[in-house]
């Protein structure tokens, strides 16, 4: 049974950084996708960046050349690195896991998830 637990929210004015991370247990496929998403209030929850088994990232426009998603070593730790904030990035954040392989297409929809963090808050103002 997988568990996540997210940290590092906060509130930072615009143009600031943060960098969010995911403690990730009871995950041991071999073949998988990790994710964040957010959730501003209002708004369905969207995909922000995911990263698959071989290393491989993916982005939501809205995000590209800003957040940067990483593992650590072992890869029990996932992060978001998120630097020139806007305000519109104001959101709860969440941290995902997928067994398996998903098609690029698919690779930041929320369906294709199956394990979910409780969510930290971000802040940009």
């Known amino acids: 049974h997988v568990q996540l637990v997210e940290s590092g929210g906060g509130s930072v004015q615009v143009g600031g950084s943060l960098k969010l991370s995911c403690a990730v247990s009871g995950y041991t496929f071999s073949t998988y996708c990790m994710g964040w998403f957010r959730q501003a209030p209002g708004k369905q929850r969207e995909g922000v960046a995911s990263?698959?088994?071989?290393?491989?990232?993916y982005y939501d426009d809205s995000v590209k050349g800003r957040f940067t998603i990483s593992q650590g070593n072992p890869k029990n730790t996932l992060y978001l690195q998120m630097n020139s904030l806007k305000p519109e990035d104001t959101a709860m954040y969440y941290c995902?896991?997928?067994?398996?392989?998903?098609?690029?297409?698919?690779?930041?929809?929320?369906?294709?998830?199956?394990?979910w963090g409780q969510g930290t808050q971000v802040t940009v103002s």
């Open positions: 990263i698959d088994s071989d290393g491989s990232t």
């Open positions: 995902a896991a997928a067994r398996g392989a998903i098609v690029t297409m698919a690779i930041l929809w929320e369906s294709r998830y199956n394990g």
